[in-house]
């Protein structure tokens, strides 16, 4: 099972940034990873996701303002945040697309996300 470890959270003033990083335990052979986030008393949302075409999405509340990138050579998954607002204010979490095998053997990559890590907490005040 994949481990995901995120950091680079922390406080920041409005107009601020920050550059979140989730490393994986392990080769996720370029399976999707996505960033989500839940504020207090709020349903987590999607924020972003890269698949394994390379293709990135964004939530249109981040579009223009956060940027997500991957390392693959060091299982990494990056979200670089700038212009941040009070209401980016959640804890942010990371998460993958598993790396399955057919019955005769070829890889493909899972349509659920199925490892997340623990989190890390932004916090932005105005």
């Known amino acids: 099972k994949v481990q995901l470890v995120e950091s680079g959270g922390g406080s920041v003033q409005a107009g601020g940034s920050l550059r979140l990083s989730c490393a994986a335990s392990?080769?996720?052979?370029?399976?999707?990873m996505g960033w989500f986030r839940q504020a207090p008393g709020k349903p987590r949302e999607a924020v972003a996701n890269?698949?394994?075409?390379?293709?990135?999405n964004y939530a249109g509340s981040v579009q223009g303002r956060f940027t997500i990138s991957r390392d693959n050579a060091e299982n990494t998954l990056y979200l670089q945040m700038n212009s941040l607002k009070p209401e980016d204010t959640a804890m942010y979490y990371c998460?993958?697309?598993?790396?399955?095998?057919?019955?005769?053997?070829?890889?493909?990559?899972?349509?659920?996300?199925?490892?997340w890590g623990q989190g890390t907490q932004v916090t932005v005040s105005s």
């Open positions: 392990e080769y996720t052979y370029n399976c999707g």
């Open positions: 998460s993958a697309r598993a790396a399955r095998r057919r019955t005769w053997g070829a890889r493909y990559c899972s349509d659920e996300w199925d490892y």
């Open positions: 890269i698949d394994k075409n390379g293709m990135k």
